[in-house]
């Protein structure tokens, strides 16, 4: 477990801004609330460990020292991982992250929310709502419309688009959804 080098953080700080925007100095600022009584418990980091990138609060971190890297499993939420190539993926653990710090959205009707869950795109005849000022390829966070989060992609179309698109287009292409806990449940 280490800190992520300057290219590795200008990598997960780039795609963590494609979903959050401003927000992410929230992520990046926010106090921990975790730790033993009376200790510090300070703020949140994040950590790369097996090509994972976890974000913790300090104070587990400092506790996660004394295992060794062999026997270490997880510390925190996994945000995501660096794949072979060296590009930076966001994985579905992520989503509450990116939820709660969420600057676009897109809300899905009752009837195509298990269409997402399976793994498909975002379709315009499933679109309930959208924000506005979506712009295509920008990150969108997909949600229920009892504002559960089920997933995150990329948007395909601008706000603008959507409206006058035919029922069939792609309104966001899928990159992690809720379903994939059950999907890929021994990769996770």
Known sequence: MRTLDEKETAAVFEKLFKFTGPNLKLIVERPAVEGPA????????????????FYASESLVRRAVSVSRERLVSLGTCIGKFT???????????LDLLASHARRKVWLKPTSEMSFLYGNPVLKSGLARITEGVNPGDGVVVFSMS???????????????????????????????????LRNEDDL
Request: proline residues 3%; hydrophobic residues 30%; aromatic residues 8%.
């Open 84 to 94: 072979k190539t060296g590009s930076f993926r966001l994985t579905v653990q992520s």
């Open 147 to 181: 504002d559960l989060p089920l997933g995150f992609g990329v948007a395909a179309r601008s706000t603008q688009d959507c409206r006058k698109a035919h029922a069939d287009a792609i309104i966001v292409n899928r990159q992690a959804d809720a379903g994939e806990y």
């Open 38 to 53: 009376g200790d510090d418990p300070g703020r949140y980091c994040f950590r790369l460990h097996k090509n994972r990138v």
